[in-house]
C-alpha cells in the first residue's frame, strides 16, 4: 500500500513537472526554426534543414539530458538548486581554498542577476509567439496580438498567488495534453518526409558549419531557443525533486519536442516558404484555431517555470544575505521549496508588460533572447565544475575533460548570442546590470553596517564584570536582545538600561545564522553559552530554505533544559537607522544612499523572525556608513 502511495505520489510530481518545469523548454517549438530560418537566418535548403534539425537534437541530448540532468542536478545543495544553491555549495567546498571564494561570490551573483533577465524575456516572447498564430489564421488580427498577450500575461501573475502546487495540478494535464499534440503533428509530418530523420546523424550538424561558416555561428544563436528553459529546470528542482523532473524528461518531453522538430523541419524539406511560422503551418488548417489556443495556454504554462524559479532564488538571496527582506508566502505544507514571493511578482510583471509593448513582436524579442540565460549556463557549468573538483574529489583530468566538453558548447552558444547586443540583447543585460549592482550593493553595505557597529560597539566580558561592581536593578523574567555580534553588547541592551535602569533576571544574547545549507541538521541548530551574572549566548541557525521563526525554535528549546515561556519572555531589538556618510570608505556616495533606500524598504527583522508584536520592545540607533 505504501509503495503504491509512494508511486502516486512520484506520478503527481512528475505530472506537476510537465507543467512547470517543462512549459518553457515545451514551448520552443514554436519560434526556433523560425528564428533558424527567419529574415537574419540561413536559406531553407534541404542541406541546411536537416544541419539545423541535427544541431537542435544534438544542443537537447548534451546541454539537458546530459549536462543539467545528470551533472548539474547532481551538485544539489541538500535537494535544493539553482544557482544560489549552488554557489553557496561551492563556496563550501572551497573552504581551504579563501582565495576562491571570493570569485565563486560574484559569479553567482551575476549568474542570479541574468537569470532575473531571462525572468523578463521569456514569458514574453513565449506568450507572443503563440498569440502570433492570429497572424496565421487570419492576418487582420495581427493588431489584437500585443493587447491579448498583455492580457494573458497580467492572468499568469494574478494566478501565482495560489501556489505552484496548484497551479502545477492544473497546468500539468494542459501541458500533457499540449506535448501530445505536438507529438502528434510531428509524427504526422515525418511521415510524409521520413528522410528527415537523417538529420540525427551529428554529421549534418557539423556540415552545417562548414558549409555556412560565419552564418552557422549566427544561426547558432537561434538553435539556443531549443534549450532555453533549462536554468529554470534547475532552478525548480527543489520543487518536484531529481527524480520525477527526469521521469518526465526521458519518458515523455524529450520524445514529443524531437517529433515536432523533425515534422517542422520535414515540412520545410517540401515547402521552403512554410519557414515564415514553421510550428503553425504543420497545424492542419480545421485545427489552427484550437491549437493556437492550446498554445496559449502552454505558453502561460512555460512562462510558469521561470517565475517559479525567480521566487525559489530570490528566498535563497535573502536567506544568505544579498537582497533585502521581503515578504514570503508558502503555498504547499509538503514542499518548503514552493514559495510565493509578491513584491517579485509585482516587478516581474511590469518589466514583462514593458517588453510586450516594447518589442511587439516574437521577432523583435528574439534579438534580445539568449544572451542572459547562455551567460547564466556558463556560470553554472563553472560553479559545478569547482564543485566536482573541491567536494567530489573529481580528479584534475577528469574536471578538465568535463570542463572542456561542456565549456565549448556553452561559449559558442554565448558568443552567437553576444552579437545581438545592438539589436536588442542590450534588454536582459541592463536588466542583470541593474539586479547586480542592487545586489553588489545591499551585500557590501551590510558588511560596512557590521564594520560601523563594531567598531562603535563594546566587548561584551568587561562589560559583564563592571556589572557586579555596579549591579543594576532586577526584574523577573527574560529578556532577548538580538545581534549580529556575539562579542558585543547589543545597542538594545545599552539602550534599556540607559533609560530603564533595569535588567531581566535573565538575559539572552540571541544570533540568528543562516547557513549555506537548504536546511539545519538537529545537531547544529542551537548553541548555548552560560555566562555570568544571569547571561547567556545562543546561537540559533536556519537553512537558507528554512524561515526562520524564533519563537518557534525556543518554544520547542523546552525539551533540552533551555525553557522559554515566551508570554514571560520580551525581545529586544535594535533599529538602526542607517544614514550615508559623505567622507566614510567603503562605497561611492550614491551607492551608501541606494543601500540606505533598499534597507529602509526592507521588511522588518521581527516580522521576518516572525516574532509577535506583543512581545517586543524596539529601541533605535543611528549608523552612518
Known amino acids: 500500500m505504501e509503495q503504491q502511495q509512494s508511486r502516486g505520489r512520484l506520478a503527481a510530481l512528475a505530472l506537476g513537472a510537465v507543467g512547470v518545469v517543462y512549459g518553457d523548454i515545451g514551448t520552443s517549438p514554436l519560434y526556433t526554426l523560425k528564428e533558424v530560418f527567419g529574415p537574419h537566418g540561413v536559406a531553407a535548403t534541404p542541406a541546411n534543414v536537416l544541419g539545423a534539425l541535427s544541431l537542435v537534437f544534438w544542443s537537447l541530448i548534451i546541454v539537458v539530458s546530459l549536462k543539467y540532468l545528470l551533472f548539474i542536478m547532481r551538485a544539489d545543495n541538500k535537494g535544493e538548486g539553482g544557482i544560489m544553491a549552488l554557489m553557496a555549495l561551492a563556496q563550501r567546498s572551497v573552504r581551504d581554498v579563501p582565495r576562491l571564494r571570493l570569485i565563486i561570490i560574484m559569479l553567482g551573483i551575476f549568474g542570479a542577476a541574468l537569470f532575473y533577465g531571462d525572468g523578463v524575456i521569456t514569458p514574453a516572447i513565449s506568450v507572443l509567439s503563440a498569440v502570433e498564430g492570429l497572424e496565421v489564421a487570419a492576418p487582420t488580427l495581427q493588431r489584437y496580438v500585443v493587447p491579448i498577450t498583455v492580457g494573458v500575461i497580467v492572468s499568469l501573475f494574478w494566478l501565482q498567488r495560489h501556489g505552484t502546487e496548484r497551479i502545477g495540478a492544473v497546468f500539468g494535464p494542459v501541458c500533457v495534453v499540449w506535448f501530445l499534440s505536438i507529438a502528434s503533428l510531428g509524427v504526422v509530418g515525418i511521415a510524409h518526409h521520413p528522410e528527415v530523420l537523417r538529420a540525427l546523424n551529428p554529421y549534418y550538424g557539423v556540415a552545417f558549419f562548414l558549409r555556412n561558416h560565419a552564418e552557422a555561428f549566427f544561426a547558432l544563436g537561434a538553435v539556443v531557443l531549443a534549450v532555453t528553459g533549462t536554468e529554470a529546470l534547475y532552478a525548480d528542482m527543489g520543487h518536484f525533486g531529481k527524480t520525477p523532473i527526469r521521469l518526465a524528461w526521458f519518458n515523455f518531453v524529450l520524445p514529443a519536442l524531437v517529433l515536432n522538430y523533425f515534422g517542422q523541419g520535414a515540412l520545410v524539406l517540401h515547402d521552403p516558404s512554410a519557414v515564415a511560422n514553421p510550428f503553425y503551418h504543420l497545424v492542419p488548417r480545421a485545427l489552427l484555431y484550437p491549437m493556437i489556443a492550446l498554445a496559449t495556454a502552454a505558453t502561460v504554462i512555460a512562462s510558469q517555470a521561470v517565475i517559479s524559479g525567480a521566487f525559489s532564488m530570490t528566498r535563497e538571496a ?87 566538453g561542456l565549456l565549448t ?8 548570442n553576444i552579437i545581438k547586443v545592438e539589436s536588442g540583447g542590450w534588454f536582459p543585460l541592463a536588466l542583470g546590470g541593474v539586479v547586480f549592482l542592487l545586489m553588489t550593493t545591499w551585500r557590501r553595505g551590510r558588511v560596512l553596517v557590521m564594520r560601523e557597529m563594531q567598531q ?24 532577548v536582545f538580538l545581534t549580529a555580534d556575539a562579542g558585543l553588547v547589543p545597542h538594545s541592551l545599552l539602550h534599556n538600561l540607559k533609560h530603564n535602569k533595569v535588567l531581566h533576571q535573565r538575559n539572552v544574547l540571541l544570533t540568528v545564522e543562516t547557513l549555506d545549507t537548504p536546511r539545519s541538521e538537529p545537531q547544529e541548530q542551537v548553541e548555548w553559552t552560560e555566562l555570568a551574572d544571569g547571561f547567556a549566548q545562543m546561537r540559533l541557525r536556519f ?17 533540552d533544559g533551555m525553557n522559554f515561556d515566551l508570554m514571560d519572555t520580551t525581545f529586544f531589538i535594535s533599529r538602526e537607522s542607517i544614514v550615508p556618510g559623505a567622507h566614510r570608505p567603503g562605497m561611492a556616495l550614491w551607492r551608501n544612499r541606494l543601500f540606505v533606500f533598499m534597507a529602509r524598504n526592507a521588511r522588518a ?7 509577535p508584536g506583543n512581545r517586543i520592545i524596539e529601541l533605535g540607533a543611528q549608523v552612518a556608513i
Not at 568587561?462 to 523574567?477: D, E, S, Y
Not at 527583522?605 to 516574532?611: E, G, K, L, S, V
Open 318 to 404: 535573502m536567506q544568505l544575505g544579498y537582497v533585502p527582506r521581503m515578504r514570503v508566502v508558502h503555498t504547499s505544507h509538503e514542499m518548503s521549496g514552493q514559495v510565493f514571493v509578491p513584491w517579485v511578482n509585482r516587478v516581474l510583471l511590469i518589466l514583462i508588460v514593458c517588453a510586450v509593448l516594447g518589442f511587439r513582436s516574437s521577432d523583435n524579442l528574439g534579438s534580445a533572447y539568449g544572451i542572459a540565460v547562455t551567460g547564466t549556463m556558463v556560470i553554472t557549468t563553472l560553479l559545478a565544475l569547482i564543485v566536482a573538483r573541491y567536494q567530489w574529489r573529481w580528479s584534475r583530468l577528469a574536471v578538465a575533460a568535463t570542463g572542456i
Open 409 to 416: 558548447v556553452d561559449m559558442a552558444f554565448f558568443g552567437a
Open 456 to 479: 562603535s560597539g563594546l566587548a561584551l566580558s568587561p562589560f559583564i564584570a563592571n556589572l557586579r561592581t555596579h549591579p543594576p536593578m532586577r526584574v523577573a523574567g527574560t529578556a
Open 543 to 559: 537553512g537558507f530554505d528554512e524561515d526562520p521563526d524564533v519563537p518557534a525554535r525556543l518554544t520547542r528549546l523546552g525539551h
Open 605 to 611: 527583522a521581527t516580522a521576518f523572525f516572525q516574532i
